[in-house]
């Protein structure tokens, strides 16, 4: 018996082109017969557009699928995770953290940016604590500071002291001006103290003589390797001034943050920073609402303006259905108001609400409604599409507008971050961030394990601290007419930020080097899926042995 691709001419059949297996019959005759050649690769793996209509009208999430490797000369070390949200914003890791109250506020958004990506601030806090949150991300590391924060000679050292606890600035060395900017001196970080609250900052200043500057001509194209060379010759200096030629304060350089920045020159880790050497933070917005429901457009701009101020980089229209008149109608108002502001609007799950919302004027789109691990948005409501198909369908429209997508909700491993990203630009974080000690969430021990505070933004609880207007409550008729959307629950206390991200980094230089792909777009351009049934999914992880050691992620 032997198995041939031939074409059959049977007595009684129409002619076939299969597969058939030839044994003694005397009806068929086998014409021009060649061994058979498998072509089955393109059979079983298939392209998106092939792969999701041939599933249709079933949703499948991401362990209904696997990715098929391919031809690859790319090692893991060469990847390039680089990806762009707008024309303004290029992040070197494509993670954003999710805006939750429990997982994203300063400490987490520094954290993320010195990791390459990006955190959202959430907004379960008054519009003066958001701000603040903001400047301690955008002041955190410079290189050159461009627009210092200076005192006058008139002022206290308690005036220092109240300012530096008023803007929660984490520094406490300040530049001397007069009213027209000339230097005049610099008030060092060692008299700044309770003790000298009456003394005026000119009694403790070094004066303009004792104060090392540079002309702002002497800078040159590279003002980190300037500031690098001037520390390097002048030992134990920490502080460098940058001046015009009419002695105005122009700059600052410190040391620290200098050491910092040609320290991760030398991580695989590249931060997210601005065109002023800043890290780069995002903050989320609810929509401010008058008495009669209509939007309350002086205070979403006035407050979304200080934010600006401080240096914000993307503002997130967050609500559960971002397909509705009220989230178009804000994003207009923000684009209006804020040209070159990257917008990030959502959450949606079709083609339709991505259309939708880059009408209205948004650079990137959330995707997910149900799928994160404390989110009951479709037990509760009974809404939601399973998360990669809700990305197909959302990346059609994307497609069409020329808009990135994020996929929002669901990522529990770093395998799917690598399946989100071959119809997305990017992913955003919440549980695999919410035990990372930078989370703000409580911490609770519990039989000698520690855990923090992890809670949809859903949740009773998040709805009365501010997020209720993200489905279309309002904070006061909670306890009557609304029902929760979320749960509260736990996680383990983990490591730091870094270490988590380093983690998820290493799965997706492997998950692009199975796949030959170099860069993200290769990633898209060379994906092939297919489906996976029960006993298959049981495959892909750990099985038939008893786990002594796991390499998830670091524990602390």
């Known amino acids: 018996m032997k198995t041939y691709a ?79 949200l707008s024309d303004s914003m290029k992040l070197s890791l494509p993670i954003l953290s999710s805006d939750m109250d429990t997982v994203t506020e300063s400490n987490m958004a520094i954290a993320m940016a010195l990791c390459g990506g990006i955190g959202l601030i959430h907004y379960n806090m008054s519009p003066r604590a958001q701000v603040k949150q903001i400047a301690r991300v955008k002041y955190h590391v410079h290189g050159l500071i461009q627009d210092p924060i200076t005192i006058t000679a008139d002022k206290f050292v308690g005036d220092v002291l109240e300012l530096i606890k ?42 303009r003589k004792e104060v090392y500057t540079i002309c702002e001509d ?10 690098d060379q001037f520390f390097s010759k002048h030992m134990g200096i920490h502080k460098l001034l940058v001046v015009d030629n009419k002695d105005r304060l122009r700059g600052l350089y410190t040391l620290s943050d200098i050491e910092r920045i040609i320290g991760e020159n030398r991580d695989h880790l590249k931060p997210a920073r601005d065109s002023k050497f800043r890290l780069l933070c995002g903050a989320a917005i609810s929509t401010p609402r008058k008495k009669d429901n209509s939007i309350d457009k002086n205070a979403l701009l006035e407050h979304i303006g200080e934010m600006v101020e401080q240096g914000l980089d993307a503002i997130a229209v967050s609500t559960a259905h971002g397909h509705t008149k009220g ?30 919302l880059a009408d209205a004027g948004a650079n990137a789109i959330k995707v997910g409604q149900g799928p994160g691990s404390i989110c009951t948005t479709r037990v509760v409501a009974g809404v939601g599409i399973p998360q990669m ?50 989370a703000p969430g409580r911490i609770v021990e519990i039989e000698g394990k520690y855990y923090k505070q992890y809670r949809g933004m859903g949740s009773l609880e998040a709805m009365k601290e501010g997020s209720a207007s993200r489905y279309g409550h309002k904070k006061e008729d909670l306890s009557a007419k609304s029902t929760a959307e979320g749960i509260e629950a736990l996680k383990e206390v983990a490591g730091s930020v870094k270490e988590t991200i380093q983690t998820l980094v290493g799965g997706l230089h492997s998950g692009l080097g199975y796949l030959g792909a170099k860069n993200l777009k290769e990633l898209k351009d060379k994906s092939r899926y297919i489906k996976v049934s029960a006993a298959g999914q049981k495959e892909s992880g750990t099985h038939d042995v008893i786990e002594v050691k796991s390499s998830d992620f670091a524990r602390s």
């Not at 008030?187 to 004066?207: A, N, Q």
């Not at 800078?219 to 390797?225: E, L, R, T």
Request: net charge negative; aromatic share 8%.
């Open 6 to 84: 031939c074409k059959l001419e049977t007595d009684g059949f129409p002619s076939l082109n299969k597969l058939e297996t030839i044994v003694s019959f005397d009806h068929i005759h086998c014409l021009d017969a060649i061994p058979y050649k498998p072509t089955m690769d393109k059979d079983f793996y298939l392209k998106a557009d092939d792969f999701f209509l041939r599933n249709c009208p079933n949703g499948l999430t991401f362990d209904d699928l696997s990715l098929a490797t391919c031809y690859s000369e790319v090692l893991p070390r060469d990847v390039n995770l680089e990806t762009q």
């Open 166 to 207: 008023q803007k929660s600035f984490q520094f406490r060395t300040f530049p001397i001006v007069d009213e027209k900017e000339k230097l005049l001196g610099l008030l060092p970080g060692r008299v700044v103290k309770e003790r000298y609250r009456s003394r005026k900052v000119t009694d403790g200043m070094l004066t």
């Open 218 to 227: 002497e800078v040159g194209m590279d003002p980190i390797a300037t500031a």
């Open 327 to 356: 989230v178009g109608d804000t994003t207009k108002l923000i684009r209006e108001d804020f040209p070159s502001l990257t917008i990030i609007a959502g959450n949606v799950t079709s083609g339709e609400g991505v259309e939708f």
């Open 389 to 438: 198909t809700a990305l197909y369908t959302a990346s059609q429209g994307a497609k069409k507008k020329g808009v990135s997508i994020i996929a929002d909700g669901g990522i529990s491993k770093s395998g799917d971050i690598v399946k989100a990203l071959t119809l997305s630009e990017a992913v955003i974080c919440g549980g695999l961030l919410a035990g990372c000690r930078e």
